[in-house]
T-cell receptor
Framework: AQSVTQLDSQVPVFEEAPVELRCNYSSSVSVYLFWYVQYPNQGLQLLLKYLSGSTLVKGINGFEAEFNKSQTSFHLRKPSVHISDTAEYFCAVSDGNAGNMLTFGGGTRLMVKP | DAGVIQSPRHEVTEMGQEVTLRCKPISGHDYLFWYRQTMMRGLELLIYFNNNVPIDDSGMPEDRFSAKMPNASFSTLKIQPSEPRDSAVYFC????????????FGPGTRLTVT
């Protein structure tokens, strides 16, 4: 069985400040990791994914994440946030099944203040 | 492409009534997923289809829930009879091919059962 824990339910931050959203996972098999973003009243949109190779993954909108196998973490970072980044962010894991079934974390609400 | 289309966007019904949620996946996508999002349980996978065939329905909460995909461009999620604890946002997502392609989410249906 696999699970995802997002340690912070809410992260307030001022505009242009850096931010890190934390994600830890547990899995008994190989893992494939994802970050999705959900803007208000919308569906989820893929930000980035880690499948293999370089542990630093770059995504859309200036976000990046680092896979750390020893710490079972996949934290999301952005060096300078904008008001428009205000949204809910979900970390997810897949065990590689053909359908790419995802197990999601509880989400972190990023609130960017002017 | 118009993206994944869900209808209705909002549904308010009384306990005991039948509810049908609808989804039109992106043309050409061969995987379709139904998710439920609640404050208490987060985002949960209910069921997914491949080429219109249900592959994994282990997330369907109970017999009151059923899902069908009669053709490649249409799927339904039915709740009968509905209960207040079914109140949630229900998302449909579609994906092309095996492997780790992006799941594209619809805007969701917000269901309220009174």
């Amino acid at each position: 069985a696999q699970s995802v824990t997002q340690l912070d339910s809410q992260v307030p931050v001022f505009e242009e400040a850096p931010v890190e959203l934390r994600c830890n996972y547990s899995s008994s098999v190989s893992v494939y990791l994802f970050w999705y973003v959900q803007y208000p009243n919308q569906g989820l949109q893929l930000l980035l994914k880690y499948l293999s190779g370089s542990t630093l993954v770059k995504g859309i909108n200036g976000f990046e994440a680092e896979f750390n196998k020893s710490q079972t973490s996949f934290h999301l970072r952005k060096p300078s946030v904008h008001i428009s980044d205000t949204a809910e962010y979900f970390c997810a894991v897949s065990d590689g099944n053909a359908g790419n079934m995802l197990t999601f974390g509880g989400g972190t609400r990023l609130m960017v203040k002017p | 492409d118009a993206g994944v289309i869900q209808s209705p966007r909002h549904e308010v019904t009384e306990m005991g009534q039948e509810v049908t949620l609808r989804c039109k996946p992106i043309s050409g996508h061969d995987y379709l997923f139904w998710y439920r999002q609640t404050m208490m349980r987060g985002l949960e996978l209910l069921i997914y289809f491949n080429n219109n065939v249900p592959i994994d329905d282990s997330g369907m909460p109970e017999d009151r829930f059923s899902a069908k995909m009669p053709n490649a461009s249409f799927s339904t999620l039915k709740i009968q009879p509905s209960e207040p604890r079914d109140s949630a946002v229900y998302f449909c997502a579609s994906k092309y091919g095996t492997g780790f392609g992006e799941q594209y989410f619809g805007p969701g249906t917000r269901l309220t059962v009174t």
